[in-house]
């Protein structure tokens, strides 16, 4: 592979994609901010030590890696490099900590963390560890300009009530009143907010600004998306860190989770199948039927499915391949990473049971039985008829394509079939 012309600022680098056994090159990919690197400080993490030094760093970026794979080695000086800069910038060794976990010698850390694939780059807060590891580009910038935004504070000071009134509505937010910053109180609101700053807007009152909402001592309000919905106060001792992030958690985490393209290979890579609504963006209506459906009927099913709801013309695509089109929406579908399934009707999740019983179909198999070989005999359900036409042309997964590239990483294990 070849380039013209000269880039004095960043060298072209061939992304190999890693394979026991070989590799092969992705020549659509620039590696940009590679240098040579100074006396770079990686930690290297093993069963004596992860405790000890994740649980004491504020922000720490650890590599899970192996030897063997020329992907992850040509990640390695960048990451040296990167971490040369976050030292320079935050000479705190215990602000921010670069690691390295090498998977063949400590397999057991690897499995502890779910490694599926190589080079993965996990973000860990006072030791626990993000949902969202580091998916951006593979330059020293762009890992440096990472872990600034990491250290960028997540909650807005609010220097006067009339600013809640003013607080975006389309956005979950989540408001403290406090007497002091520096209180045991407001450094665990401190701890909820880092780990929950993608998912929630997090603001802050203080002293006589905060007074007339401190009735009963240091308060936390939850202010919910749209305009006439309620807020809710959390009841909570705020001194535990467990129980604040976990009434946190519930509000700013929806149990139906939009879809988009920025955060596809993420939910892909959670490895359990979608249950997907897709509707017109506009069309909040549907969408609220079918957030009181899941919580109705699906709640005991979560963590065994993904709930979410996706843009009909954005995902376009992947409603044709269902023979669907964005005039038809809403439509749900599953997508079980093999194959797509079609919920009959929409105007039926309101019968009592009804979407419980297409998710439990999933996961007996059934399904996948009625698309391959038709209706089972005794089943007089009504729209398996329709299923059964399209038995033997089931609809291959369309979001499937939207997990972990082998132009990327390493892939350590497949997915069985449903």
């Given at each position: 592979?070849?380039?013209?012309?000269?880039?004095?600022?960043?060298?072209?680098?061939?992304?190999?994609?890693?394979?026991?056994?070989?590799?092969?090159?992705?020549?659509?990919?620039?590696?940009?901010?590679?240098?040579?690197?100074?006396?770079?400080?990686?930690?290297?993490?093993?069963?004596?030590?992860?405790?000890?030094?994740?649980?004491?760093?504020?922000?720490?970026?650890?590599?899970?890696?192996?030897?063997?794979?020329?992907?992850?080695?040509?990640?390695?000086?960048?990451?040296?490099?990167?971490?040369?800069?976050?030292?320079?910038?935050?000479?705190?060794?215990?602000?921010?900590?670069?690691?390295?976990?090498?998977?063949?010698?400590?397999?057991?850390?690897?499995?502890?963390?779910?490694?599926?694939?190589?080079?993965?780059?996990?973000?860990?807060?006072?030791?626990?560890m993000m949902k969202r590891e580091y998916r951006g580009q593979r330059s020293v910038t762009a890992?440096?300009?990472?872990?600034?935004?990491?250290k960028v504070d997540p909650i807005k000071e609010i220097h006067s009530l009339e600013e809640v009134n003013t607080a975006d509505r389309d956005r979950r937010n989540i408001i403290g009143y406090f007497d002091q910053k520096d209180s045991e109180n407001y450094h665990t609101f401190e701890k909820v907010a880092n780990i929950l700053r993608d998912d929630c807007v997090f603001l802050a009152a203080f002293g006589d600004v905060s007074q007339t909402e401190r009735f009963s001592g240091d308060n936390v309000i939850y202010k919910p998306m749209g305009e006439t919905v309620p807020d809710m106060v959390y009841l909570g001792s705020l001194t535990n860190f467990d129980l604040t992030y976990a009434w946190a958690q519930d509000k700013c985490v929806p149990l139906v989770r939009e879809i988009t393209f920025e955060n596809g290979e993420e939910l892909t890579e959670e490895g359990i199948p979608f249950?997907?609504?897709?509707?017109?963006?506009?069309?909040?209506?549907?969408?609220?039927?079918?957030?009181?459906?899941?919580?109705?009927?699906?709640?005991?099913?979560?963590?065994?499915?993904?709930?979410?709801h996706a843009d009909c013309e954005k995902f376009r695509h992947p409603l044709l391949h269902i023979q669907k089109t964005p005039a038809d929406c809403p439509v749900i579908a599953i997508d079980s990473f093999r194959h797509m399934y079609v919920y009959p009707e929409f105007r039926d999740i309101e019968i009592p049971g009804k979407l419980r019983q297409f998710v439990l179909d999933l996961h007996s198999g059934k399904l996948h039985r009625e698309f391959h070989h038709g209706p089972d005999p005794t089943d007089s359900t009504p729209g398996q008829e329709e299923i059964g036409e399209v038995a033997s042309n089931p609809p291959e997964s369309s979001?499937?394509?939207?997990?972990?590239?082998?132009?990327?990483?390493t892939l350590l294990r497949d997915r069985d079939e449903l």
């Open positions: 592979m070849s380039y013209s012309g000269r880039l004095p600022l960043e060298k072209i680098v061939q992304v190999p994609v890693c394979l026991k056994g070989g590799y092969s090159i992705d020549t659509n990919a620039i590696v940009t901010g590679l240098s040579t690197p100074g006396q770079a400080e990686i930690t290297s993490l093993d069963t004596g030590n992860i405790e000890d030094i994740l649980n004491n760093a504020g922000v720490a970026l650890v590599n899970f890696y192996a030897d063997w794979c020329r992907f992850s080695q040509m990640l390695q000086p960048i990451f040296e490099e990167a971490s040369n800069i976050a030292r320079e910038e935050f000479p705190d060794v215990t602000q921010v900590v670069f690691a390295r976990v090498d998977c063949d010698q400590h397999s057991d850390i690897a499995q502890r963390y779910r490694i599926s694939k190589y080079p993965t780059l996990k973000l860990f807060r006072n030791g626990m890992i440096a300009d990472f872990i600034r935004q990491q249950l997907i609504l897709f509707h017109v963006k506009e069309d909040t209506e549907s969408l609220e039927k079918f957030q009181h459906e899941v919580a109705r009927q699906l709640i005991s099913e979560k963590g065994s499915i993904n709930f979410l979001f499937q394509k939207l997990a972990p590239s082998e132009t990327r990483y």
